[in-house]
């Protein structure tokens, strides 16, 4: 199979943590409640970026990570496509946790 396959790269977060992590810290004592919702979506997406990782580093497909931030994967057969989509639903389903989870603890932050 020659094909090749580009998708949005999904294996990293969007959202620095670190940043996040290190706001929390400025703000503990001014808004307490803030503080906390911002060290939780820290946390959370530190997670979410371990866990992305990790998927990605178990696709055993050969792959580019192009100048625009999306990776072209070269699968050489249906058994490769396959392993591809289900490592591409779970880093989805991944992301789409992160985003609800970032949601919340930005309404429990006001």
Do not use: N
């Not at 696709?59 to 289900?86: E, K, N």
């Not at 779970?90 to 932050?109: D, F, G, P, W």
């Amino acid at each position: 199979m020659a094909a090749t396959i580009t998708v949005d790269d999904v294996w990293r977060v969007r959202g620095d943590w670190r940043a996040m992590r290190e706001a929390a810290l400025r703000l503990r004592d001014e808004r307490r409640a803030t503080a906390d919702a911002l060290r939780r979506s820290s946390a959370a997406l530190r997670h979410g970026q371990e866990l992305l990782a990790v998927i990605l580093d178990r696709v055993d497909v050969p792959m580019t990570l192009d100048d625009d931030g999306r990776l072209t994967f070269y699968p050489a057969d249906a058994d490769d496509l396959a392993s591809l989509r289900r490592a591409e639903l779970a880093a989805r389903e991944i992301q789409a946790a992160l985003h609800t989870i970032v949601a919340s603890h930005r309404a429990a932050a006001r």
